[in-house]
């Protein structure tokens, strides 16, 4: 093992109660998107003592550090988000949320930590970084608009490489997905109009029914992902809610609106989406004599690790001694795919499973519980990634 490995799986150890402190406090006092003011708070009064200088970012919540190492070099940027779900928590964990109605249950308090964690590793081996890092703690992840906000007021300058990373209940304890490609999906939202002429239920001939013309867009839909998609590739087509009437029996209604998600991996798979839904939308009401219209909204592109920053993250896993583990992708969003449509970036899963202590449920539920001995693994391998990938760069 080198030198600054082992340097790096020391100071795992020896901080780890601190590191367990900074989750604790994150755990207990959740805070929803753009509302991040005391988590923001914290964080900022914890990396001014460890001499972290804070930028002047323009963001009201969330907030950018900044380390200059040793030496001129690359800029690796580190990514946390930090918001909370309006979830009233379940859980077995013993220093429950103290806001009700509010929980880190997404588990971003393991990514806050994580990365506070980090840069109490990187700040007292400043002097090895030839380069810089910047700590990005973002706001408003959940509701996919944080990291717009970033890219926007233009924290990702000078940056040369990103690294972000998500807790995972589905991969154990001890290892971290480290997968060439995409890793989570990407998140489109589509709303669908329909406008007939609604009346009477009982007597049909004199309306033109937007319901019947909606149930065969619905059915239709699925063929998309049946017949025109690849079975090789992955697609998921949602009708999720579906509006008509105000409740009566016997009314046929003017209009009926659909609102849904699709979820794709790549550009051609989402353009063969559009394009169908687009043709089904248009082709079935002109046949059931209904207008028509298709709203399709881009929300987030997938989330496609870089294939030249593999091998630093990879190294950077192994080098702290955790396990590297290639997952099955999520069909989940993750805004941290914005910043990879600007830089070169890559996102790993910080594995959290253990069945001993009830580490099981999924992201969201009311029972999501993260084992927290993965905070010291997740605050390793972001310290271990600005090595790596400035080792990597300055190859090339
Ligand atoms: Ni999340």
């Known amino acids: 093992m080198d030198v600054l490995s082992q340097k ?3 100071l795992m150890k020896e901080l780890e109660p601190k590191f367990i402190e900074d989750l604790h406090w994150f755990h207990e006092n959740p805070e929803m998107s753009f509302k991040e003011f005391d988590t923001t708070a914290y964080i900022r009064k914890e990396l001014e003592a460890l001499g972290i200088e ?3 970012s323009g963001l009201e919540t969330g907030l950018v550090g900044y380390l200059r190492g040793g030496e001129e070099g ?3 940027a580190l990514r946390a988000d930090i918001d909370a779900l309006p979830v009233t928590e379940e859980s077995t964990c013993t220093y429950p949320s103290k ?3 509010m929980m880190h249950a997404c588990g971003h308090d393991t990514h806050a930590s994580s990365l506070l964690s980090a840069a109490r590793i990187l700040a007292q081996l400043k002097d090895q970084i030839h380069g810089s890092v910047k700590f990005f ?3 408003a992840e959940e509701i996919n608009l944080g990291a717009k906000k970033m890219v926007k007021l233009g924290c990702l300058e000078g940056v040369d490489a990103i690294f972000g990373l998500h807790n995972s209940p589905e991969i154990p304890l001890g290892t971290v997905a480290v997968k060439h490609g995409a890793l989570m999906a990407a998140v489109d939202r589509i709303e669908i109009t329909i406008k007939g002429k609604g009346g009477h239920g009982g007597i049909p001939q004199r309306n033109v029914d937007p319901v019947v013309c909606a149930a065969a867009i619905i059915q239709g839909a699925q063929t998309i992902v049946s017949r025109n998609v690849s079975p090789i590739d992955s697609c998921v087509i949602s009708i999720c809610s579906v509006k008509a009437g105000e409740g009566a029996n016997n009314v046929t209604p003017d209009s009926v609106t659909m609102l849904g998600t699709v979820r794709t991996y790549s550009k051609e798979v989402e353009a063969c989406v559009v394009k169908r ?12 004599e209904c207008e028509g219209n298709l709203n399709y909204i881009y929300e987030l592109p997938p989330t496609t690790n870089d294939e030249a920053l593999y091998p630093a993250a990879h190294e950077a896993v192994t080098s702290i001694g955790a396990e590297p583990v290639d997952p099955i992708p999520s069909t989940g969003g993750e805004d941290f795919s914005i910043f990879m449509e600007e830089c070169p970036g890559f996102f790993y899963w910080l594995g ?8 099981v449920y999924s ?11 993965c905070i010291a693994i997740g605050a390793g391998t972001y310290a271990m990634s600005v090595f790596k990938a400035i080792e990597h760069l300055s190859k090339k």
């Open 8 to 10: 790096v799986q020391e």
């Open 54 to 56: 804070i930028l002047d």
């Open 74 to 76: 690359p800029c690796i």
């Open 99 to 101: 806001r009700p109605g």
């Open 137 to 139: 703690f973002q706001p």
């Open 277 to 288: 839904l687009t043709a089904l939308v248009d082709s079935i009401c002109a046949a059931y």
């Open 352 to 359: 959290t499973r253990n069945e001993e202590n009830d580490c």
């Open 363 to 373: 992201w969201h539920s009311p029972h999501f519980k993260a084992d927290e001995r």
